[in-house]
């Protein structure tokens, strides 16, 4: 059966690969690579592993959920103007909230693959409000007139002749590197668990060889 993390992270690192070789990316939209690569590459691979190798399984839908607030509340506060420029000028401070952000996910990974039979279909509407809040984040990064974090943040270190302008377009493309990667990794793991469910209940409803159904059994 294919791990609906598995199936999210090979999505997202086909298309990850083919944008990157037709983009130059500027300091902002490298950091955006960067996140995705943790969050929707790694930690589903990762968690994947886990539960394949460790055989965990049955978890409360409590967990997932749990999870799901966790990962969209860090990853929103990450990219508010005032957080992003405090931890761009302190680099152990990014470091440490990059790798809150890589376990939020991890955790919210593991839950989704972990989460009991009977709550199993919990899975999707979790997935389906991730992607969409990140959707959000990213159309707001993409659409604003204006560069959201100003030379004191991702312009401090950059070459004399980067301007406002193009602090701009590199905000757009971490923008469109967002709304393309992030909603695509948890829809795709959003339909192989709808096809599982599926499956699951044709084969439980599916008649025994002596035209009995297995209720009960």
Same mark, same amino acid.
């Given at each position: 059966?294919i791990? $609906?993390a598995?199936?999210?992270? /090979?999505?997202?690192?086909?298309?990850?690969?083919?944008?990157? @070789?037709?983009?130059?990316?500027?300091?902002?939209?490298?950091?955006?690579?960067?996140?995705?690569?943790?969050?929707?590459?790694?930690?589903?691979?990762i968690?994947?592993?886990?539960?394949?190798?460790?055989?965990?399984?049955g978890?409360? $839908?409590?967990?997932l959920? !749990? %999870? !799901?607030?966790?990962?969209?509340?860090?990853?929103w506060?990450?990219?508010?103007?005032?957080?992003?420029d *405090? *931890?761009l000028?302190?680099p152990?401070?990014? =470091? !440490?909230?990059?790798?809150? #952000?890589? &376990?939020?996910? @991890?955790?919210?990974?593991l839950?989704?693959?972990?989460?009991? %039979?009977?709550?199993?279909?919990? /899975?999707?509407?979790? *997935?389906l409000? /991730?992607?969409?809040?990140?959707? &959000? &984040?990213?159309?707001? @990064?993409?659409? +604003?007139?204006r560069? @959201?974090?100003?030379f %004191?943040?991702? =312009?401090?270190?950059? $070459?004399?002749?980067?301007?406002?302008?193009?602090? =701009?377009?590199d905000?757009? #493309?971490?923008?469109?590197?967002?709304?393309? %990667?992030?909603? *695509?990794?948890?829809?795709?793991?959003?339909v192989?668990?709808?096809?599982?469910l599926? !499956?699951? +209940?044709?084969?439980?409803?599916?008649p025994?060889?002596?035209?009995?159904?297995?209720?009960?059994?």
């Open positions: 059966m791990s $609906p598995i199936a999210s992270a /090979t999505a997202v690192l086909l298309t990850g690969t083919a944008v990157l @070789l037709v983009y130059d990316l500027g300091h902002f939209s490298t950091h955006m690579v960067l996140h995705i690569a943790s969050m929707n590459i790694v930690a589903p691979s968690a994947a592993l886990i539960v394949i190798r460790r055989h965990i399984g978890t409360r $839908p409590t967990w959920w !749990t %999870a !799901t607030f966790l990962q969209v509340v860090l990853l506060t990450w990219h508010s103007p005032a957080v992003h *405090l *931890l000028r302190s152990a401070a990014g =470091l !440490t909230f990059h790798a809150a #952000l890589f &376990l939020a996910s @991890l955790f919210f990974w839950s989704l693959l972990t989460t009991s %039979a009977a709550s199993r279909w919990q /899975t999707i509407p979790a *997935l409000l /991730t992607g969409k809040l990140i959707c &959000l &984040l990213a159309a707001l @990064l993409i659409f +604003a007139p560069a @959201l974090y100003g %004191a943040g991702h =312009l401090a270190d950059a $070459p004399g002749h980067f301007s406002l302008h193009h602090a =701009l377009e905000q757009h #493309l971490a923008g469109l590197l967002m709304i393309t %990667a992030c909603p *695509l990794s948890y829809l795709v793991a959003a192989i668990i709808t096809m599982q599926i !499956t699951r +209940a044709e084969i439980s409803a599916a025994m060889p002596d035209g009995r159904l297995p209720i009960g059994r």
